[in-house]
């Protein structure tokens, strides 16, 4: 058995999902609602608005590329070390109050994937 598995129906584990139950099998999906973009990303920066409500999105891409929320996106030529460098190949990110994704890619043509999710109120 995978060491996640066994985590996610350990019943000590503090894993909650937003009604507050922890483990079980959906202790760590995403809901079925969401909202599918794509942008085609090149060397110069692109915008990307966030849809209204959405809380978390959910990336794939078909090279790397670099993101950055409410600013713009670059590769630097240099090091960083304030903590405003973007972000390379994220996953999935919590974009709760994020108005605006920036995407950069390192070469032309690279097609990134922006699966966004919102909160689902639980059903009593």
Same mark, same amino acid.
């Given at each position: 058995?995978?060491?996640?598995?066994?985590?996610?129906?350990? !019943?000590?584990?503090?894993? &909650?999902? %937003?009604?507050?139950?922890?483990?079980?099998?959906?202790?760590? =999906? $995403?809901?079925? &609602?969401?909202?599918?973009?794509?942008?085609?990303?090149?060397?110069?920066?692109?915008?990307?608005?966030?849809?209204? *409500?959405?809380?978390?999105?959910?990336? #794939?891409?078909?090279?790397?590329?670099? !993101? *950055? +929320?409410?600013? =713009? =996106?670059?590769?630097?030529? /240099?090091?960083? #070390?304030?903590? #405003?460098?973007?972000?390379?190949?994220?996953?999935?990110?919590?974009?709760?109050?994020?108005? *605006?994704?920036? $995407?950069?890619? $390192? #070469?032309? /043509?690279?097609?990134?994937?922006? %699966?966004? +999710? +919102?909160?689902?109120?639980?059903?009593?």
């Amino acid at each position: 058995m995978p060491a996640v598995a066994a985590f996610v129906t350990d !019943v000590n584990s503090p894993v &909650k999902t %937003k009604s507050g139950r922890a483990n079980g099998p959906n202790a760590f =999906a $995403l809901p079925a &609602k969401s909202f599918t973009d794509w942008e085609v990303v090149s060397t110069t920066d692109v915008t990307h608005a966030v849809p209204a *409500n959405a809380t978390t999105v959910l990336f #794939s891409a078909t090279d790397d590329f670099a !993101v *950055n +929320y409410d600013v =713009a =996106a670059e590769f630097p030529s /240099g090091a960083v #070390s304030d903590g #405003s460098g973007s972000d390379l190949n994220p996953v999935v990110v919590d974009i709760q109050g994020v108005t *605006n994704i920036h $995407l950069i890619a $390192l #070469s032309a /043509g690279v097609r990134v994937q922006m %699966k966004f +999710y +919102y909160h689902v109120p639980d059903h009593p």
